[in-house]
């Protein structure tokens, strides 16, 4: 499939800041900076950093080298193009730049005069993501969130990069300060001859003082500092230190037309010998509001005591519908733990439309978080079990001493289930993703 850029309104240019100048000239024959392997750009959300990144990695390209092949990278290629493509497109098309995007190869082929080189666009989500960038030879490298990549996926691509002359961009947002991206390539930056640039909103002169505060108003705790602060914090001590009794409702304080007005889901993480629970959720539009809560340990007393302590994927479909309710008004979608496939075809096969559970943990946290913050997401009182879980969801101090970052693992699991619903149902723009 090929799809050929189409003419456009061309692309309004702001001013660039100081920072934005130095990355669309470092690479340039009269920069200092000219020699170095490649590039670092770190720092804050909505900082300016990407779109520079892009630009003067397309424009250093082409005015470097024709008929070679070129790597952009992503989280995921969807990310990259959502994320990265459209403005890159509308920028490169007002400088005189043509682009075809063959979709199904990923693969856009840009020309300018006699000059015309390929970039392959990849996605480095996981630790098999090494395995589609093996065999390539490419002049340069461009990692958009470099952070949020595995080693083994940055390593085989600056593998690759073997054509003399050829140069490594990095871009990201911060994560803990013993990131094996951090500790390998910022703290190392000199000794391997990259230029690294440190940037914060302030450095974004298209951003006015509202817009700023706006995304200040949108994370708490470590996901602030990252994000807003650009910096490489430690991620310790409660995970949802922003949690409080403001997040709580009760029949009398829920708005009374919510249920004439408002998407219906229940989200579920699924366990056998852990518990299982059930999270019935209402979605407004603006706010989420998680009504009831079921849930199952089969190692409780009240379990031990009961014939059948732990229940099979039948019973426990049994109990769904159940608690979804009989009614042709009560159907909703379910949303599942994607790794409980026996339990996903047991519902579909009572006629329940199952979704699988998006189950990417530092971004649910995150973006759980910044609805907790803004006042956006509500728990019933009722819902005590979830409610003393987000109250004791901690980070893992012996993973983060390992330069990794997550949970522990005990009393998360109604946590879990308000996550892949986080995850799963709503639009980036709600969550206040960066």
Known sequence: MRTQSVRQAPFKFKPFSGRQRRILTWWTASSPYRDARGIIADGSIRSGKTLAMSLSYVMWAMATFTGQNFIVAGKTVGAVRRNILPPLKSMLLSRGYL???????NLLLIRRGEVENYFYIFGGK???????IAGLTAAGAYFDEVALMPQSFVNQATGRCSVEGSKLWFNCNPGGPLHWFKRDWINRSQELGILYLHFTMADNASLSEDTRERYRSMYAGVFYLRYIRGIWAVAEGLIYSMYSDANEYTDETQPIALRHSSTRWISCDYGTTNPCVFLDIRDDGRDIWVEREWRWDSRSPEAQKSETPNMTDAQYADALLEFMGPAAEDQCAVIVDPSAKSFIVELQQRGVYVKEGVNDVLDGIRDTASLFYRGLLHIHKDCTGLIQELRSYVWDEKAAQRGEEKPVKMQDHGPDAL???????????????A
């Open 99 to 105: 682009v075809e995007d063959f979709r199904a190869d």
């Open 419 to 433: 996550r892949y619903f986080v995850n799963t149902c709503l639009p980036d723009w709600r969550k206040g993703a």
């Open 126 to 132: 996981d630790e098999r993501s090494q395995d589609l």
